[in-house]
T-cell receptor
Framework: DVKVTQSSRYLVKRTGEKVFLECVQD?????MFWYRQDPGLGLRLIYF???????EKGDIPEGYSVSREKKERFSLILESASTNQTSMYLC?????????FGPGTRLTVL | KQEVTQIPAALSVPEGENLVLNCSFT??????LQWFRQDPGKGLTSLLL?????REQTSGRLNASLDKSSGRSTLYIAASQPGDSATYLC????????????FGKGTTLSVSS
C-alpha cells in the first residue's frame, strides 16, 4: 500500500520561530510536493521536487524553503513563521501522474 | 491560465440516491484528471485517475469520466451511503511530467440516512 507520512498532525508555533515540517514516502517516487490548504482558497502548491536536491517553486513559495537530501524525504521550512502561515499543510508524492497525499499537518502560528 | 471549477460547492442527498459530481477545466490540453476524497481535517485520498487517452475509470460504486473536448469530468456515485459524506476534489494535470496539478475547490457531499 502507498504510504506518505507527515511528522506531526498538529503543531503550534510562535511568530518568528523556524519551523520544520517533514514528509516521508515509502514508494520510491521521484516527485514530492508541498501544498497548503485554506478555506475558500483551496489547495495551493508551495514547492515541489522532481529528484534529490532538485526543487521548483510553486504558486506561493514566499516565506518557505524546502530540502530534499534523500529520495524518500521532503522537508518544508518556514524560516520565520508568521501568523498568515497558519494553515493545513499537505505533502504528496507521485511517480508520474497519480499523486498520493499524507494526512496533513495543521499548523497554528501565534 | 488553467482553471478547474467544481459546481455546486455543496450537495445534500438522501441515502440510496445515485449522484453526479461535476468538474470543469479551461484547458483541453489536459494530460490526466484525478478525483480525491477528503474527510474533515484529513489528507486527500486518491479515488480515480483518468489518463487523457481514457474516457472513464471505475472503482466499485464510483465511475469517473473525462471529456476533453467539452472540458468536463464527472464522478458518478451509485447507491450513496452516509459514509460517502466528504469533500470531493478534482484535479487536472496539465504537463507531461505530472508536476502541475490544478485543483478545484471541491464539492462537499452530505448523505443523510
Amino acid at each position: 500500500d502507498v504510504k506518505v507520512t507527515q511528522s506531526s498532525r498538529y503543531l503550534v508555533k510562535r511568530t518568528g520561530e523556524k519551523v520544520f515540517l517533514e514528509c516521508v514516502q515509502d514508494m520510491d517516487h521521484e516527485n514530492m510536493f508541498w501544498y497548503r490548504q485554506d478555506p475558500g482558497l483551496g489547495l495551493r502548491l508551495i514547492y515541489f521536487s522532481y529528484d534529490v536536491k532538485m526543487k521548483e517553486k510553486g504558486d506561493i513559495p514566499e516565506g518557505y524553503s524546502v530540502s530534499r537530501e534523500k529520495k524518500e524525504r521532503f522537508s518544508l521550512i518556514l524560516e520565520s513563521a508568521s501568523t498568515n502561515q497558519t494553515s493545513m499543510y499537505l505533502c504528496a508524492s507521485s511517480l508520474r501522474f497519480e499523486q498520493f497525499f499524507g494526512p496533513g499537518t495543521r499548523l497554528t502560528v501565534l | 491560465k488553467q482553471e478547474v471549477t467544481q459546481i455546486p460547492a455543496a450537495l445534500s442527498v438522501p441515502e440510496g440516491e445515485n449522484l453526479v459530481l461535476n468538474c470543469s477545466f479551461t484547458d483541453s490540453a489536459i494530460y490526466n484528471l484525478q478525483w480525491f476524497r477528503q474527510d474533515p481535517g484529513k489528507g486527500l485520498t486518491s479515488l480515480l485517475l483518468i489518463q487523457s487517452s481514457q474516457r472513464e475509470q471505475t472503482s466499485g460504486r464510483l465511475n469517473a469520466s473525462l471529456d476533453k473536448s467539452s472540458g468536463r469530468s464527472t464522478l458518478y456515485i451509485a447507491a450513496s451511503q452516509p459514509g460517502d459524506s466528504a469533500t470531493y476534489l478534482c484535479a487536472g494535470g496539465f504537463n507531461q511530467a505530472g508536476t502541475a496539478l490544478i485543483f478545484g475547490k471541491g464539492t462537499t457531499l452530505s448523505v443523510s440516512s
